[in-house]
């Protein structure tokens, strides 16, 4: 299902670089959300945007950046990586309130 | 913070049997449940929902059941399959339209 895509699939990237991960919806969908999966956390939510231009953090937001300057994309930034941010990010998208989320198939990011 | 935990962390099941996955929830005020199936290398993808005000629904072979008294919700599968290998998530919603997931059940499908 190409409606929600990430990019890259894989990154490798050295501690104190800023790293950017892209997310592209293509059904308009209004709810955009980041969460990263570790073993033993399950899915914990980064960051979650309502709209364009809206914004807010989520369960584990530090280190991390987020824009939503168009409705489709929803890029992720690591401002500074750091070890502990190697993990796996997922985006999802969700077209209303009552629904739930579509994910993407995922970022494997290894911060060395 | 609060956080939905699973009963069994690994689930092995004999192929044609059938499956259940059990979840414990936290919050009382969760209004909306979602099942998620994980493949290997994959994101995870919708199975079933439940709302806070049903007790039980039914998909094709996925039943999720909702115990409010206790906070605990199950998916059986019926008749497991190979393909049904993975692992799943729960899912509960009390804050916007934000969900807090598990850390995942893994089922094995024995052939």
């Known amino acids: 299902d190409a409606g929600i895509t990430q990019s890259p699939r894989y990154k490798i990237t050295e501690t104190g670089r800023q790293v950017t991960l892209m997310c592209h919806q293509t059904?308009?969908?209004?709810?955009m959300f980041w969460y990263r999966q570790d073993l033993g956390h399950g899915l914990r939510l980064i960051y979650y945007?309502?709209?364009?231009?809206?914004?807010d953090k989520g369960e584990v937001p530090d280190g991390y950046v987020v824009s939503r300057s168009k409705t489709e994309n929803f890029p992720l930034t690591l401002e500074s990586a750091t070890r502990s941010q190697t993990s796996v990010y997922f985006c999802?998208?969700?077209?209303?309130?009552?629904?739930?989320?579509?994910f993407g198939s995922g970022t494997r990011l290894t911060v060395v | 913070g609060e956080s939905v935990g699973l009963h069994l962390p690994t689930l092995s099941v004999q192929e044609g049997d059938n499956s259940i996955i059990n979840c414990a929830y936290s919050?009382?005020?969760?209004?909306?449940f979602i099942w998620y199936k994980q493949e290997s290398g994959k994101g995870p993808q919708f199975i079933i929902d439940?709302?806070?005000?049903?007790d039980k629904r039914q998909g094709q072979r996925v039943t999720v059941l909702l115990n409010k008294t206790v906070k605990h919700l199950s998916l059986q599968i019926a008749a497991t399959q190979p393909g049904d290998s993975a692992v799943y998530f729960c899912?509960?919603?009390?804050?916007?339209?934000?969900?807090?997931f598990g850390s995942g059940t893994k089922l094995n499908v024995k052939p």
């Open positions: 999802a998208s969700s077209g209303a309130h009552d629904y739930g989320y579509t």
């Open positions: 059904w308009s969908h209004s709810y």
């Open positions: 945007s309502a709209a364009a231009d809206i914004t």
């Open positions: 919050n009382s005020a969760s209004d909306y």
């Open positions: 439940i709302r806070s005000n049903m």
């Open positions: 899912a509960e919603r009390y804050n916007f339209n934000k969900f807090y």
